[in-house]
């Protein structure tokens, strides 16, 4: 075998920040390089292998919303009708100009175990919930472990996401590891609202924030 691969990448996804930034750029390389041989390997054997890069890689080969089990790497697409109540979804992202490392998180969140942990048999019990429930919004899933360890260092996050969810009425938490941040925009946002946060956002987190607006697809 011979060749090879060159690749120049534009980060448009800040680092150290919670988003798979680096699992989906992994993930979409995979891709390219089975499309560049003439797709040898079928959608399993893909996931596989993204599974080995890293543990959430395999989520961003489903192209849309999923549900991940195990490490990260057992990922299923959210079954349509559910999916369809996320599609279009307004957010507003962002990030402080500092990042979390991931393994730093993890150790603190395993260090407090189990308290640290929402256990298994409860999360698939409130998932089951929130599917069988028609009228449920993203809102009525939000959790995520991981914040207590990060907002005991970083508390302009804890801080700047009780305001927003007391000044602008939203549902927000932090995703991933962190840095970062999101607040889920209510369907009747007006541009003047979403720019408004956005100025909210960067009084507390500074000038040099990361601040977008995004949509769930």
Known sequence: MGGGARFFLHKRIPTGAG???????????????????????GRAQLVELAGGLGSDCALFLHGGPVVMRGRGERAEPLPEVAARRLAGRRILIFKPDVSI?????????????????????????????????????????????????????????????????????VAAGMSGSGSACFALLRDDATGDAVREMMECARAALGRDAFVAEARIT
């Open 101 to 169: 490392n991931t393994a730093w998180s993890y150790r603190r969140m395993a260090a407090r175990a189990p308290e640290s942990y929402l256990a298994g048999e409860k999360a698939e019990s409130r998932l089951a919930a929130w599917l069988e429930n028609a009228a449920a919004g993203a809102e009525d899933l939000l959790f995520n472990n991981m914040e207590p360890v990060a907002f005991e260092k970083f508390v302009a996050l804890p801080v700047l996401l009780a305001r927003l969810r007391g000044r602008f009425g």
């Open 19 to 41: 988003l798979g930034g680096g699992s989906s750029n992994a993930a979409m390389v995979l891709r390219a390089l089975n499309d560049a041989a003439g797709r040898p390997l």
